[in-house]
């Protein structure tokens, strides 16, 4: 099993990135981030993650959700990813990730969920 | 102040096409074989900036980029507003060899990349006596549909914010920055519909799986070039066309993308390099 990031941890990787902030600044939302069996409610306001919770739950509400094999966002967290996996749409095109709920606001703000999920990705090693 | 300008000369052309006057923008660099470069879906010829400023190939090649209709500097066609932008695989076939008989080309090279890679194919296939060599970079011959291109022409989603989001996706990770962002730019500027009305080229009406086989590649030769990162046209899906087109060559570029030209304009014409002295010296 690859190791992969604590996604308790985007609160405090996501409100420090201020420019990333900014750009989901109109979104106000439960993502709901499904990684093999575990469950997470990811509750973004104005930009910001409020709050992250991990399942179980019981009568969970969401806005719009994302699944995913656990392996498959292993290697999209990776440093260096690579190839069909450096990117959200090349797990779409890959058929490992599966969308939900109302897409309107997800497409909306398309570029900021991508960085938030990208941003538990690992710097890449300087040389 | 200092200031550096280039050689690219950028000019307008007005021609009859579907019996429209249309408005071409085109630029171009450079003198000796012409080389005619066909950019992406939803973007426009600022793609090939690193093509056209390069005296290694404007030495020996007439680089010319012109944008589509509804694309960059080209204007839509008088009564644009009566109708959606949908592109199909005869326009486009026609719109190239209008301009290139425009500017009274001899058998030019064809360089287009994505849904340009893909009517590259087309070009080989139908056209094969009109052009010294095809080079198809991103080139598949069908990709199926895998996002619903819906959003990209919706008025609860930003039309410059959504294309440039798919499109930042599909550059390679490793893309310097400076050119990350100016291929992501190109996409932001796209006139709403656009980049969607060429999906439809590239998604539904260009399949031409079916008849790869009819290309003859001692008539005309046929380079396909892929960036490794590509996940729309993948390095498998250009294997793939290739491997039905006897006498193809295939090149899989490491570490590029969907935009090779344009996300690393140097690391892609290293391999673009070799291909143009090959052309040359037939």
């Keep these: 099993m690859m190791p992969r990031p604590d996604v308790l941890s985007l609160p405090e990787l996501v409100n420090a990135n201020e420019r990333l902030v900014h750009r989901g600044r109109f979104l106000t939302a439960v993502m709901r981030l499904d990684i093999g069996a575990e469950a997470y409610l990811i509750s973004i306001d104005h930009g910001r993650i409020a709050e992250v919770r991990k399942g179980p739950f019981v009568m969970p509400s969401w806005t719009f959700g994302l699944s995913c094999p656990a392996d498959a966002l292993a290697r999209f967290w990776q440093p260096l990813p690579p190839p069909g996996f450096h990117d959200l749409f090349a797990l779409l095109r890959r058929g490992d990730l599966t969308l939900s709920g109302n897409l309107q606001p997800f497409m909306a703000n398309l570029l900021y969920i991508k960085d938030v999920m990208a941003s538990l990705r690992s710097p890449k090693e300087t040389a | ?282």
């Excluded at chain 2, 939803?42 to 090649?61: A, E, V």
């Excluded at chain 2, 080209?74 to 199909?88: A, E, F, I, K, N």
């Excluded at chain 2, 899989?252 to 010296?281: K, N, R, T």
């Design chain 2, 1 to 282: 102040m200092r200031a550096t300008i280039e050689s690219i000369t950028g000019r307008y052309m007005r021609l009859d096409y579907k019996g429209r006057e249309h408005r071409i923008y085109f630029e171009e660099a450079g003198q000796g074989i012409p080389l005619v470069c066909l950019h992406t879906a939803g973007s426009d010829g600022r793609q090939f900036r690193g093509i056209l400023n390069d005296p290694r190939i404007t030495r020996d090649y007439r680089v010319i980029a012109f944008d589509l209709p509804w694309h960059g500097k080209s204007s839509p066609p008088v009564g644009w507003q009566d109708g959606d932008y949908q592109l199909t695989s005869a326009d486009y076939t026609d719109i190239i060899l209008t301009v290139c008989r425009a500017l009274e080309l001899d058998r030019p090279v064809a360089m287009g990349c994505s849904i340009g890679g893909r009517i590259a194919l087309h070009l080989a296939m139908e056209h094969a006596e009109e052009f010294r060599a095809i080079v198809g970079l991103q080139s598949s011959a069908h990709v199926h549909p895998y996002y619903d291109t819906t959003w990209l022409h919706h008025p609860d989603v930003h039309g410059g914010e959504v294309c440039a989001a798919i499109a930042a996706g599909l550059v390679g990770p490793n893309a310097p920055d400076a050119h990350r962002w100016e291929t992501v730019w190109h996409y932001m500027q796209g006139g709403p519909g656009i980049f969607k009305g060429d999906l439809y080229f590239y998604k539904v009406d260009g399949d031409i799986r079916h008849r790869l086989s009819e290309i003859d590649t001692s008539r005309c030769p046929l380079y396909l070039l892929t960036g490794e990162y590509d996940y729309s046209c993948s390095p498998a899906d250009t294997l793939e066309t290739a491997a039905c087109i006897p006498g193809a060559t295939v090149s899989i570029m490491p570490g590029l993308g969907h935009f090779p030209m344009s996300e690393d304009p140097e690391g892609f014409i290293a391999h673009l390099l070799p291909v143009l002295s090959e052309i040359a010296h037939r």
